[in-house]
Nanobody, 117 residues
Framework: QVQLVESGGGLVQPGGSLRLSCAASGSGFILYNMGWYRQAPGKQRELVASITPGGSTNYADSVKGRFSISRDNAKNTMALQMNSLKPDDTAIYYC???????????WGQGTQVTVSS
């Protein structure tokens, strides 16, 4: 099972950009589907974007065309490039890994993203 650590959150003005990173430790990163989730105050956690080991991606409608997910299987890392940020993007962002064989998942501790002028 992998352990996950996120970084890269912060405060940004509307229209700005941020890049989130997720570093995975442990073995078998190539076996994991990876994803970014977010949870805003008073709301349920929602999927933002996901990526398979082969690089197939999926995005929430609310972020299509603005966010881009990527992964480096050699470095056990995943990233989320967020452009044209909006106040509605304000949330805690979580990195998630799910083993494609066992279904077992792991979560990072979360990183705060605040979009405000």
């Amino acid at each position: 099972q992998v352990q996950l650590v996120e970084s890269g959150g912060g405060l940004v003005q509307p229209g700005g950009s941020l890049r989130l990173s997720c570093a995975a430790s442990g073995s078998g990163f190539i076996l994991y589907n990876m994803g970014w989730y977010r949870q805003a105050p008073g709301k349920q956690r929602e999927l933002v974007a996901s990526i398979t080991p082969g690089g197939s991606t999926n995005y929430a409608d609310s972020v299509k065309g603005r966010f881009s997910i990527s992964r480096d299987n050699a470095k056990n890392t995943m990233a989320l490039q967020m452009n044209s940020l909006k106040p509605d993007d304000t949330a805690i962002y979580y990195c998630n890994a799910r083993n494609r064989l066992s279904g077992v998942g792991s979560w990072g501790q979360g990183t705060q993203v605040t979009v405000s002028s």
